[in-house]
C-alpha cells in the first residue's frame, strides 16, 4: 500500500501538469503515454498470439506526424483501413504472425493509440480544458465507489472467472460514483451547457464502458499470463494497467459530447 500511494503521489501531479497545461504540452505527454502504451501492449503479446511489432511502431510513427502536422480525424480512417489491410496480409508471406497477430495489431492501433489521441480532441473543444476532466472523474470516481462498495458490502461475484474480487454491489456503486463525480463537476462549472440529466445519463454510459475497459484489460492479462502489463508505476503497474478504463472512457466522452450535446 505504501509504494502504490508513493507511486501516485509522484504521478498525479505529472499528470495534472499535462492536463491543466493543454495546447502543445497536452500533446506532448498523450504522445508520451501512448508510446510507452505501445510499448507494454507488445510486450504483453510476446509470448502469446505476437503482435506484428513492426506494423504497430511504424503507424504509430504514422500518427504521430499527422497528429502534429495536420487534422488527424480526416486521416485515421486511411490509417486504420490501411494497417488493417497490410496486417492481413502480412501473416500470408510471414509465417511467424498468424491472423489472430493480425487482430491483435489493428486492436493495439485502435485502442491505445486512436483513444489517446481523442484526448486531445477533447481538449481543443470549446471549454475543453473543463470538459477533458470528466473523463477522468467518471472512471476514477468509478473505480473508487466500485472498490469501498464492493469491500463493504459486496457479496454476488460479477465475473469471478475473469477479475474474482470485482462484485455486483461494486459495479452498481461504480455507476452511482461516476454520476456523483459529474454532478460535483457541474456544480464547479455551472457556466458549461450541459443539464444534470444528461451528465446522469454520461455517467451511466461511462462507468459500464469503464469498468468494461477495466475486465477486458484483465482479461487479455490473463490470457497471455501476466499479472501487470508493466512496472513504470510500481504498486500500480504499467500505464495500460492505470489507463485501461480511461482508454475506453474516451471516445464515450468525445462522441457524447460532439453528437449528443453538439
Excluded at 455517467?203 to 464502458?209: M, T
Excluded at 508505476?233 to 500505464?239: A, R, V
Aim: contains cysteine; glycine residues 8%; proline residues 3%.
Amino acid at each position: 500500500m505504501k509504494t502504490r500511494i508513493i507511486s501516485a503521489l509522484v504521478a498525479i501531479p505529472i499528470l495534472l501538469f499535462f492536463v491543466i497545461s493543454g495546447g502543445l504540452i497536452l500533446k506532448i505527454g498523450v504522445s508520451i503515454i501512448t508510446a510507452i502504451a505501445v510499448y507494454e501492449y507488445i510486450n504483453a503479446f510476446e509470448k502469446k498470439y505476437r503482435v506484428i511489432t513492426p506494423l504497430l511502431i511504424i503507424f504509430y510513427l504514422i500518427n504521430q506526424f499527422i497528429f502534429y502536422t495536420s487534422d488527424l480525424s480526416k486521416y485515421n480512417t486511411i490509417l486504420i483501413y490501411t494497417l488493417l489491410l497490410i496486417s492481413m496480409a502480412y501473416p500470408i508471406f510471414n509465417k511467424k504472425y498468424s491472423i489472430i497477430s493480425s487482430a491483435f495489431t489493428v486492436v493495439g492501433y485502435i485502442y491505445i493509440i486512436s483513444f489517446f489521441n481523442l484526448l486531445v480532441k477533447i481538449n481543443e473543444m470549446k471549454n475543453g480544458n473543463k470538459l477533458i476532466w470528466m473523463v477522468f472523474l467518471i472512471a476514477w470516481c468509478c473505480d473508487t465507489f466500485a472498490y469501498f462498495i464492493g469491500m463493504f458490502l459486496g457479496k454476488r461475484k460479477l465475473c469471478p472467472e475473469v477479475s474474482p474480487k470485482k462484485t455486483v454491489e461494486g459495479s452498481i456503486g461504480g455507476i452511482l460514483g461516476s454520476i456523483v463525480g459529474l454532478v460535483i463537476w457541474k456544480i464547479f462549472n455551472g457556466n458549461i451547457e450541459i443539464t444534470y440529466i444528461q451528465l446522469i445519463i454520461l455517467g451511466i454510459i461511462g462507468a459500464v464502458v469503464s469498468q468494461i475497459g477495466d475486465l477486458s484489460a484483465s482479461l487479455i492479462k490473463r490470457h497471455v499470463g501476466i499479472k501487470d502489463y508493466g512496472n513504470i508505476m510500481p504498486g500500480h503497474g504499467g500505464i495500460l494497467d492505470r489507463f485501461d478504463s480511461i482508454l475506453f472512457v474516451i471516445p464515450v466522452v468525445y462522441y457524447y459530447i460532439a453528437i449528443i450535446l453538439g
